[in-house]
């Protein structure tokens, strides 16, 4: 979360970037509750110095024979107003914790403001593929050659989803493997998260409060526990609540897991097939830095990313977001996204994103300096890929006239060697 002390001291400078997010911030209530705060807690320490004055001036008085029973009285009243003081306090601090907790996270500084229509491509790799013959979708290739059961999957659990099938799923799984191999040559240690996840989790990842009913909760658990909408939800916390000596930083991450999501659905009558779903598969990853390490990490993780995109083959390109299109935690973020032909649009396969201190500040992860001090540690993360865009784009790009599908060379070693699938004959 934004630092309490930063929207105290600089309140216009915290409204002025959140206005690049599109969010209406009036720091007045945060102020006031603050200023309040501090009188309140004035008025308890001074009751408390009273309170302990009188009581170590009871055995003078007692020695002297003096009557102590007004003292008594007097620590009495004052231990019972503190108590009300305390308990106020305390009714305070959930209340600017509310206010604190549901803003998003400030931008950096050099994205422009607005949403999406304010997104810059900053790269761009390969040529968008002109066919000389009429190209196929990935939902008609995939039928077409057997690689996807979307019918069944239908039956089963209902729209949204889909059922990989025979070489489809070995597709499928080989492209999790080239990530995973990348992954572990580059130096980043392999976790295999629990799927199922505590409020703590999304509270540090900042997806709850304000975003809560956007992933899926378990029935009849209690604490209530909710299915991971990404890895990062996951390992974000690994290092919830612990102070990590400067030596282990930067500590790099990666995990596959199914992502699920509750925001399947067509936003637009194209987006059929595995372009948007409930359930899809991803190898994410995170990166816990210091604050000087934290940009060096960005430029690392998002060429990680560009690399695997590029070692398929994939027509590509990079888009910086905009600050009021980055995700509410995120300070900056860049996409990448690939081209899917039948669309003739580019489709995200990764963001890549720097929460700077804010999960950090929620799940209270830290690291200590050379001299000892501590410090809020610097969150990352990254898809490293999502393969359901990767999916449709790598059938759709590497298309042969009769349906067939050219498997990029990469992933050649993980199908027995296979170069290209051909449609099922029937």
């Known amino acids: 979360m934004i630092d309490l002390k930063l929207i105290l001291e600089k309140p216009e400078y915290v409204k002025a970037a959140l206005a690049k997010k599109l969010w209406d911030f009036d720091p007045e209530p945060i102020i006031a509750l603050a200023a309040k705060r501090k009188e309140l807690l ?3 320490e001074a009751n408390k110095a009273e309170q302990n004055k009188l009581s170590a001036s009871v055995p003078a008085k007692k020695k002297a024979g003096e009557d102590v029973t007004p003292i008594f009285a007097q620590v009495k009243a004052l231990a019972a107003a503190n108590k009300e003081g305390e308990a106020e306090l305390e009714r305070i601090e959930a209340e600017l914790k509310a206010l604190v907790e549901v803003l998003p996270n400030m931008p950096d500084e050099d994205l422009v403001a607005g949403g999406k229509e304010n997104n810059h491509p900053i790269y761009h790799f390969g040529e968008e593929q002109k066919f000389n013959f009429t190209p196929r979708d990935h939902v008609t ?7 996807i059961d979307y019918k069944r999957a239908a039956k089963i659990s209902g729209t949204g989803t889909w059922i990989y099938t ?15 191999e990348n992954h572990l040559a580059d130096g980043y240690e392999m976790i295999l998260p629990p799927h199922i996840l505590n409020y703590d989790s999304g509270y540090t990842a900042g997806q709850f409060p304000k975003f809560a009913e956007d992933v899926f909760w378990l029935e009849g658990m209690e604490p209530r526990k909710f299915i991971l909408p990404t890895a990062e939800t996951a390992l974000v916390n690994l290092h919830r609540n612990e102070v990590m000596p400067l030596s282990e930083l930067p500590k790099k991450y ?7 999501r509750k925001e399947a659905g067509s936003y637009r009558t194209e987006e059929r097939g595995m372009i948007r779903g409930y359930q899809f598969n991803k190898v994410e ?5 210091t604050e000087e390490g934290s ?3 960005f430029e ?14 994939l027509t590509y390109q990079v888009d910086k977001l905009a600050a009021g299109d980055c995700s509410h935690s995120m300070a900056r973020t860049y996409d990448i996204e690939v081209y899917i032909p039948s669309m003739g649009i580019y489709k995200e396969v990764s963001s890549v994103s720097n929460a700077r201190d804010y999960q950090a500040r929620r799940g209270m992860i830290r690291y200590k300096d050379e001299n000892g001090k501590l410090h809020f540690a610097h969150t990352l993360n990254g898809s490293g890929l999502a393969t359901s865009r990767v999916f449709p784009a790598l059938v759709e790009q590497n298309q042969l006239e009769d349906g067939s599908i050219v498997i990029p060379e990469a992933l050649r070693k993980y199908m027995g060697g296979l170069e290209v699938i051909h449609p099922i004959k029937k």
């Not at 290739?141 to 690689?147: A, H, S, Y």
């Not at 025979?166 to 995973?180: D, Q, S, T």
């Not at 990853?285 to 830095?289: A, D, G, H, R, W």
């Not at 690392?300 to 083959?313: F, I, P, S, W």
């Open 254 to 260: 990666f995990a596959y897991t199914p992502c699920y």
């Open 300 to 313: 690392e993780m998002y060429h990680k990313a560009q690399k695997l995109v590029e070692g398929l083959g």
């Open 166 to 180: 025979n070489l489809g799923a070995r597709l499928e799984w080989a492209l999790l493997n080239y990530f995973i």
């Open 285 to 289: 990853m995170v990166q816990y830095t």
């Open 295 to 297: 940009d060096a990490a």
């Open 42 to 44: 004035l008025k308890v």
């Open 141 to 147: 290739l995939c039928e077409m050659c057997g690689l």
